[in-house]
């Protein structure tokens, strides 16, 4: 069985730092795009970050581009997102998802997600 | 606002068919990229319901279907039943964002 198991959130200070991390078993994990994905409470789904197989593919959304850095350690099934540059706005629960290939590519779509983390920006 | 647009709110009794819409542009369904829908029952994570525009995963009922056509993509379900009372969205790719894109959501009532 597919477990993606996030933890690392927390409430944080607008423009400080937090790292999410994203465990992952009941598959082979380098076999695999691995996304996070967000969704402030009680509003909609908003990817974040995808990283290939091989973290050679690494996309953002322009709303965390220069700020997060998404990346995965194969030998350990993890996958980690530092946040810098915390604002309110990215206050949200953060998902681990699995997707269906190696590499990141157009018509990939997600077959397992975690149960999220919440993260909370707030002075 | 959402590169997909969705209805906010659909409702239908038990055992009447509703169908959700995803309207894109030229650039993710238009573009002939596949659509995917997700279903997030309250407190939950999401979970993929359709997959390909209109397949289903194992254990997802054949009252779930999906299907497109132009620029835009459906989610129908027949046979309503309490427990599809959930959120639903639709998730594609948009190759101008070069992005995944979801559509804002829906909220199914069963009345």
């Known amino acids: 069985e597919v477990q993606l198991v996030e933890s690392g959130g927390g409430l944080v200070q607008p423009g400080r730092s937090l790292r999410l991390s994203c465990a992952a078993s009941?598959?082979?994990?380098?076999?695999?795009?691995i996304y996070w994905v967000r969704q402030a409470p009680g509003k909609g789904l908003e990817w974040v970050s995808s990283i290939s197989w091989n973290s050679v593919g690494i996309a953002y959304a322009d709303s965390v581009k220069g700020r997060f850095t998404i990346s995965r350690d194969n030998a350990k099934n993890s996958l980690y997102l530092q946040m810098n540059s915390l604002r309110v706005e990215d206050t949200a629960f953060y998902y681990c998802?699995?997707?269906?290939?190696?590499?990141?590519?157009?018509?990939?779509?997600?077959?397992?997600w975690g149960q999220g983390t919440l993260v909370t920006v707030s002075s | 606002q959402s590169v997909l647009t969705q209805p906010p709110s659909v409702s239908g009794a038990p055992g009447q068919r509703v169908t959700i819409s995803c309207t894109g542009s030229?650039?993710?369904?238009?573009?002939?990229?596949?659509v995917h829908w997700y279903q997030q029952l309250p407190g939950t994570a999401p979970k993929l319901l359709i997959y390909?525009?209109?397949n289903r995963p194992s254990g997802v009922p054949d009252r779930f279907s999906g299907s497109n056509s132009g620029t835009s993509a459906s989610l129908a379900i027949t046979g309503l039943r309490a427990e599809d009372e959930a959120d639903y969205y639709c998730q594609s790719y948009d190759s101008s964002l070069s992005a995944v894109v979801f559509g804002g959501g829906t909220k199914l009532t069963v009345l």
């Open positions: 998802a699995k997707g269906i290939v190696p590499t990141i590519a157009p018509q990939n779509w997600i077959d397992s």
């Open positions: 030229s650039s993710n369904i238009g573009a002939g990229y596949d």
């Open positions: 009941g598959f082979i994990f380098d076999d695999y795009v």
């Open positions: 390909g525009n209109n």
